[in-house]
């Protein structure tokens, strides 16, 4: 097993308006969308952390890999114990073993700030970058609307750009002695395959776009194109375990 020091940058865009709630009112809103002390919004590294987790855990299960559920408390106290820790534990930690990785939130890039500025004024056009839509409460029961349950939601608009962070050390297994390691890999396919983010995804709301902007290995750039070329080398991964026990 290698522990390497990997930095990846990436950029997501929204294809449709998005919700990253905070979990207060403000003002008139029932709901409202995370923003950073200068007002911009932004997605929360948090966030990104829990759907990239689960985007993994599927595509972990697509290679025929055990993945178990975090909020499996006998699960991750077994591989506490043992050395039998999962490929996506590997990456996200449990709630007994914390990872190693950090995900820094992503930011509102510097020429989208520049959107919802006027000439001479700062920020004069900020209140542009979120929209407001009426919603209803559905009965999950009778599949109608709830009494008394219409609010308000804030939404980012669609098109907003961020750009984030994601770096730390990672454990794993290497492919070869040329190529990155199988938890690595999978982080970048998820990162990859995942296209939405935030409440309201059953209506289509938060699919983006994301881009890779540039990953390093131990201070080395790795061309992201050639590194998935090797995706369907995931099913080796338990062979590769149990041959280092």
């Known amino acids: 097993?290698?522990?390497?020091?990997?930095?990846?940058?990436y950029q997501i865009q929204f294809d449709t308006p998005f919700h990253l709630g905070t979990g207060f009112r403000r003002g008139l809103l029932d709901r409202s969308v995370c923003r950073?002390?200068?007002?911009?919004?932004?997605?929360?590294?948090?966030?990104?952390?829990?759907?990239?987790?689960?985007?993994?855990?599927?595509?972990?299960?697509?290679?025929?890999?055990?993945?178990?559920?975090?909020h499996n408390d006998q699960a991750a106290m077994m591989a506490y114990f043992s050395d039998d820790t999962d490929i996506v534990d590997r990456i996200f930690g449990s709630r007994y073993?914390?990872?190693?990785?950090?995900?820094d939130n992503a930011t509102l890039t510097a020429e989208d700030q520049e959107l919802f500025n006027s000439r001479g004024i700062s920020k004069r056009y900020i209140h542009l970058q979120t929209e407001t839509r009426i919603q209803t409460s559905i009965s999950r029961v009778l599949g109608t609307v709830r009494e008394q349950a219409l609010f308000q939601s804030e939404?980012?608009?669609?098109?907003?750009?961020?750009?984030?962070?994601?770096?730390?050390?990672?454990?794993?297994?290497?492919?070869?002695?040329n190529l990155c390691s199988y938890s690595l890999l999978l982080l970048v396919a998820g990162i990859c395959a995942n296209d939405q983010i935030g409440a309201n995804k059953s209506t289509g709301m938060g699919r983006y776009s994301c881009e890779i902007l540039e990953l390093k290995i131990n201070d080395a750039s790795i061309a992201i194109a050639s590194l998935l070329e090797n995706l369907s080398d995931l099913v080796l991964y338990q062979t590769a375990q149990e041959d280092a026990k």
């Open 97 to 103: 073993k914390p990872g190693e990785l950090y995900f």
């Open 36 to 70: 950073d002390t200068d007002d911009y919004l932004y997605v929360p590294g948090s966030t990104l952390k829990g759907v990239l987790r689960e985007k993994c855990e599927q595509l972990a299960h697509l290679f025929d890999l055990r993945a178990v559920s975090p």
């Open 155 to 177: 939404f980012g608009i669609k098109t907003l750009c961020f750009k984030g962070e994601i770096y730390g050390h990672l454990e794993g297994f290497h492919i070869d002695e």
């Open 1 to 9: 097993m290698q522990r390497d020091f990997i930095n990846i940058d």
